[in-house]
């Protein structure tokens, strides 16, 4: 079945660019997203691309996408102690509202 | 409400006994899903359901988690005889099926403690 994998932690340091990958098996997908949850909140949705994509860009966000290699990555610039939460990659989209999940990755900034 | 909404927040319950979360998801979304997170073991899917179809089961861990929804709207997890590794936080989100950008929505989740 459609399966969503991204390591589990990562650590930088504050001001680094961090990159967080995921790879997922569904070719059909037609939205790749990242969810961010923080300490002790819910999940929620952080931004997302669309397969025909290849690019987004958001501020300190960047979204990159190989459809080819089924590989997802999200860079976050200039990384802050704010920016320390759980990040899930998640594979969906279409009528059925399917939505597959990673497990998530932490992400800890040091100072 | 606005958002989707689960109850309770915390439940602490003696091991053996049987449970009730409940999920109150966004009004006119057709999908909901629940998941569970545990330390250290990310998020797992539980069941989904879709409209008047039959749900998916298939991340259900055994015969004592059950789940149903009432009218399309409200959920219920039920976990019987609950053992200690049931302990974890359950999530709920909704989606608004029939869209081609499926942004899912999440409750802030019940903290279930097996004691």
């Known amino acids: 079945g459609e399966d969503v994998e991204q390591s589990l932690f990562l650590s930088v340091r504050e001001g680094d660019s961090s990159v967080i990958n995921c790879t997922y098996t569904?070719?059909?997908?037609?939205?790749l997203y990242w969810y961010k949850q923080e300490p002790g909140a819910g999940l929620q949705l952080l931004t997302y691309i669309f397969s025909n994509m290849d690019m987004k860009q958001d501020q300190r966000l960047t979204v990159l996408l190989n459809k080819k290699d089924k590989h997802l990555s999200l860079r976050i610039a200039d990384t802050q102690t704010g920016d320390s939460a759980i990040y899930f990659c998640a594979e969906g989209g279409g009528s059925q509202g399917n939505l597959i999940f990673g497990k998530g990755t932490k992400l800890s900034v040091k100072p | 409400g606005a958002g989707v909404s689960q109850s309770p927040s915390n439940k602490v319950t003696e091991k053996g006994k049987d449970v009730e979360l409940r999920c109150d998801p966004i009004?006119?979304?057709?999908?909901l899903y629940w998941y569970r997170q545990s330390l250290g073991q990310g998020l797992e899917f539980l069941i989904y359901f879709q409209g008047n179809s039959a749900p998916d089961k298939s991340g259900l861990p055994s015969d004592r988690f059950s789940a149903e929804r009432t009218g399309g709207s409200v959920s219920t997890l039920t976990i019987q005889r609950t053992q200690q590794e049931d302990s974890a936080v359950y999530l709920c989100a909704s989606i608004k099926a029939g869209q081609q950008n499926t942004e899912a929505f999440f409750g802030q989740g019940t903290r279930l403690t097996v004691v």
């Open positions: 009004s006119g979304h057709t999908a």
């Open positions: 569904d070719s059909s997908s037609t939205y």
